[in-house]
T-cell receptor, first 114, second 110 residues
Framework: DTGVSQDPRHKITKRGQNVTFRCDPI?????LYWYRQTLGQGPEFLTY????????KSRLLSDRFSAERPKGSFSTLEIQRTEQGDSAMYLC????????????FGEGSRLTVL | RKEVEQDPGPFNVPEGATVAFNCTYS??????FFWYRQDCRKEPKLLMS???SGNEDGRFTAQLNRASQYISLLIRDSKLSDSATYLC???????????FGTGTRLTIIP
């Protein structure tokens, strides 16, 4: 399967714990995005990378959230000191430069904070 | 005001009917427009881009009205398989960030 893969698919954690999600984009794609989606809402932009550079980060993203893409390939999204409001589906997407608007999404990582 | 606004629906439409959705955007600098489709419990997928001159892909027609800052999606001869949530998406010139609307839920009834 050469699509975008995310791991883990489901994560249940207790409030206050740290969680980390991993995303492996389509190999030839240099852009990688993180979005968050809650029930009944569209995907909400969190951040995006071009190669290893983080080019934009949502103002909605608190200091508890951090994302990295150290070698321009896979990316991680870490949430520290999780809160119940962090419960959501975390979607990763990738795209190739020049293909504006065509994001390929992974199946997402569902986070439940108890 | 949200950057991208859609009527969340649900729209319940009989099979074979024509259905249309509108979406409005607030940023006049928005340059690129798209419709994505999201099936229940699945990831969003690009349905079609929206061009200034309007464009058609089979039973689907997308239109852009820059003066009024809205885009539309028309589905003709609707099929049961068209049941999904349709997400309106915009981006600004030079900005690779795509902003999604809330989505409009469509159910096609046999």
């Amino acid at each position: 399967d050469t699509g975008v893969s995310q791991d883990p698919r489901h994560k249940i954690t207790k409030r206050g714990q740290n969680v980390t999600f991993r995303c492996d984009p389509i190999s030839e794609h240099n852009r990688l995005y993180w979005y968050r989606q809650t029930l009944g809402q569209g995907p909400e932009f969190l951040t995006y990378f071009q190669n290893e550079a983080q080019l934009e980060k949502s103002r909605l993203l608190s200091d508890r959230f951090s994302a990295e893409r150290p070698k321009g390939s896979f990316s991680t999204l870490e949430i520290q000191r999780t809160e119940q409001g962090d419960s959501a589906m975390y979607l990763c997407a990738s795209s190739s430069q020049g293909a504006v608007g065509e994001l390929f999404f992974g199946e997402g990582s569902r986070l439940t904070v108890l | 005001r949200k950057e991208v606004e859609q009527d969340p629906g649900p729209f319940n439409v009989p099979e074979g009917a024509t259905v249309a959705f509108n979406c409005t955007y607030s940023n006049s600098a928005s340059q690129s427009f798209f419709w994505y489709r999201q099936d229940c419990r699945k990831e969003p997928k690009l349905l079609m881009s929206v061009y200034s001159s309007g464009n058609e892909d089979g039973r689907f027609t997308a239109q852009l009205n820059r003066a009024s800052q809205y885009i539309s999606l028309l589905i003709r001869d609707s099929k049961l398989s068209d049941s999904a949530t349709y997400l309106c998406v915009v981006s600004s010139r030079g900005n690779e960030k795509l902003t999604f609307g809330t989505g409009t839920r469509l159910t096609i009834i046999p």
